[in-house]
């Protein structure tokens, strides 16, 4: 797979797709994919609880790079999508759509964000 510097959400899927059927051999089951999404999570939450939190970095968690981290969330939530059927571009576009319908003055109005 090529290096690009910029790739789009539908690119992303396909290359996982690629990347899972040749050198991943097939997909996890949703339930274990599902599983791992969590814990990958978690330790995107570790890193960010000893960068940014007031936790102590333990000689296991030193040296781990947050983008890595978020990328290992982003790869397991991309197979989750390809698994399912969900167009994440789409998804998206979606989302915003609700986001900007819902939420127009929301955050403008939040006392607690002035």
Known sequence: MESTTEITLSEAQAQ????????????FNELTNMTILM????ELARIMSRT?????????????DLGD????????????AN????????????????????DINRHRDNQKLK
């Open 52 to 64: 940014y939190g007031e936790q102590s970095f333990k000689e296991s968690d030193k040296g781990k």
């Open 83 to 102: 698994q399912t059927g969900v167009d994440l571009t789409e998804a998206m576009k979606k989302n915003f759509e609700k986001k900007n319908i819902r």
């Open 69 to 80: 981290e978020m990328a290992d969330v982003l790869w397991v939530l991309i197979c989750l």
């Open 16 to 27: 996982v797709d690629q990347w899972i059927k040749t050198v991943g051999v097939r997909y």
């Open 39 to 42: 814990e990958e999570v978690g």
